[in-house]
């Protein structure tokens, strides 16, 4: 079945680093994707999505990159600041299929 | 910014009892869902609607729940006969804004509500 998965549950970086979060999907036809940021006790917030025909899309401080070949996305958070501590998850969409297909989530710790 | 909005924000019923959970989707967007996250899991789907109608559910929606789009700006999730399981965030959505062109309205991102924790005792 589809599953959308992260590697490391946890990450815990410095104020001002660089965060790398890491997301395998397993749902070839997937052709669309997004990263969410979940805030304690609120609903997931878009933050960037890319599209299957792309490998890399930036944003304010965000890029996201896709590997398709090896079913790899990644959410690079750049200068890292307090305000980025949250859960991350990753997300899978099929064209024409309305509904998202979440990973397990990564909760991000910016370590003043 | 528009914005998904739910209530109640927090809902505590008793087991056996229905509830109605309130969603009111960002006004010019097609595609409704239901997602629900038990504490500390992952975001799971439960169903989308579209054009008065639930376009996919997953395997948890089951006889259970129900939706509806009673008028032009609310959403609906009931649960019937609730049990102690069945306590968890749940999240309404929508995508898909409609400008009176036709867009790909299924590959957008769906904006989220806050939630409403239903704690069943």
């Known amino acids: 079945g589809e599953s959308v998965g992260l590697h490391l549950p946890t990450l815990s970086v410095q104020e001002g680093d660089n965060s790398i979060i890491n997301c395998a999907y397993s749902n070839s036809a997937s052709d669309y994707f997004i990263w969410y940021k979940q805030e304690s006790g609120k609903g997931p917030q878009f933050i960037i999505d890319i599209r299957s025909n792309m490998d890399k899309r930036q944003g304010q401080r965000v890029t996201v990159l896709l590997n398709k070949t090896v079913k790899h996305l990644s959410l690079q958070i750049a200068a890292t600041q307090p305000g980025d501590s949250a859960v991350y998850f990753c997300?899978?969409?099929?064209?024409?299929?309305?509904?998202?297909?979440f990973g397990d989530g990564t909760t991000l710790t910016v370590k003043p | 910014e528009p914005e998904v909005t739910q209530t109640p924000s927090h809902q505590v019923t008793q087991m056996g009892q229905e509830v109605i959970l309130r969603c009111v989707p960002i006004s010019n967007h097609l595609y409704f869902y239901w997602y629900r996250q038990i504490l500390g899991q992952k975001v799971e789907f439960l169903v989308s609607f579209y054009n008065n109608e639930i376009s996919e559910k997953s395997e948890i929606f089951d006889d259970q729940f129900s939706v509806e789009r009673p008028d032009g700006s609310n959403f609906t999730l009931k649960i019937r006969s609730t049990k102690l399981e069945d306590s968890a965030m749940y999240f309404c959505?929508?995508?898909?804004?409609?400008?009176?062109?036709?867009?790909?309205?299924?590959?957008?991102?769906?904006?989220f509500g806050q939630g409403t924790r239903l704690t069943v005792v």
């Open positions: 997300a899978e969409k099929v064209t024409n299929a309305g509904k998202s297909t």
């Open positions: 959505a929508s995508s898909g804004e409609s400008n009176g062109q036709t867009k790909d309205p299924l590959n957008t991102e769906a904006f």
